[in-house]
Nanobody
Framework: QVQLTESGGGLVQAGGSLRLSCAAS????????VGWFRQTPGKEREFVAR???????SYADSVRGRFSVSRDNAKNTVYLQMNSLKPEDTAVYYC??????????WGQGTQVTVSS
């Protein structure tokens, strides 16, 4: 079992940057995919970005070109670099892990607030 812990959230002005981290503990071999998701009150959790075990990456249209996902397998950590932040990026950000099929391990979330 893998436990995930997000960090790096906070308050930033529009146009600013933040880097979120997702640290894995427990069964920490690197053969799992990691996704970033976000959720605002009253809305469903939405996909933001993903990095596979092999390193391939994908992004939601709303963040492509502004956000970048990367992983450091030696540190068992996945990062989400968020640039050119907009007020609509305000949300609780979660990371999740999958091995085969669905996202089966989730972190507790970290709040990102972008002021206008």
């Amino acid at each position: 079992q893998v436990q995930l812990t997000e960090s790096g959230g906070g308050l930033v002005q529009a146009g600013g940057s933040l880097r979120l981290s997702c640290a894995a503990s427990g069964r920490t071999s690197s053969n799992y995919n990691v996704g970033w998701f976000r959720q605002t009150p009253g809305k469903e959790r939405e996909f933001v970005a993903r990095v596979s075990a092999s390193g391939s990456k994908s992004y939601a249209d709303s963040v492509r070109g502004r956000f970048s996902v990367s992983r450091d397998n030696a540190k068992n950590t996945v990062y989400l670099q968020m640039n050119s932040l907009k007020p609509e990026d305000t949300a609780v950000y979660y990371c999740a892990a999958s091995w085969v099929g669905s996202w089966s391990a989730w972190g507790q979330g970290t709040q990102v607030t972008v002021s206008s």
